[in-house]
């Protein structure tokens, strides 16, 4: 088990912002990968953005280009995900996710590379 607890959602504006954290804890495996992932209802769930965390690659979906912004923290095991600009279309529970498994020339944002996930947290944007 990798226990990864997601933190900062909420109720917002169009045009406001949030920041969402993920806290990785009480793992033995490296994690090679963390990503961002949003499920909205009678949707798939689709990668939003993703980093590797040893040579601190990024990647994003075409939808939060320049609106989104992941980072980490490794003294603190946290991942975060800053979202500004924020549009009703961005509604969705969003969760955090765990790639052990070290890989090259794929990029991380489906969600069939990751093992391990966070329960979640919701935004919600209204207009």
């Known amino acids: 088990q990798v226990p990864l607890v997601e933190s900062g959602g909420g109720s917002v504006q169009a045009g406001g912002s949030l920041r969402l954290s993920c806290a990785a804890s009480?793992?033995?495996?490296?994690?090679?990968?963390m990503g961002w992932f949003r499920q909205a209802p009678g949707k798939e769930r689709e990668g939003v953005a993703a980093?590797?965390?040893?040579?601190?690659?990024?990647y994003y979906a075409d939808s939060v280009k320049g609106r989104f912004t992941i980072s980490q923290d490794k003294a603190k095991d946290t991942v975060y995900l800053q979202m500004n600009s924020l549009i009703p279309e961005d509604t969705a529970m969003y969760y955090c996710?765990?790639?052990?498994?070290?890989?090259?020339?794929?990029?991380?944002?489906?969600?069939?590379?990751?093992?391990?996930w966070g329960q979640g947290t919701q935004v919600t944007v209204s207009s």
């Open positions: 996710a765990t790639d052990v498994v070290a890989r090259s020339g794929v990029v991380p944002l489906y969600p069939r590379l990751y093992q391990y």
């Open positions: 980093i590797y965390t040893r040579r601190g690659s990024v």
């Open positions: 009480g793992y033995t495996y490296s994690r090679e990968c």
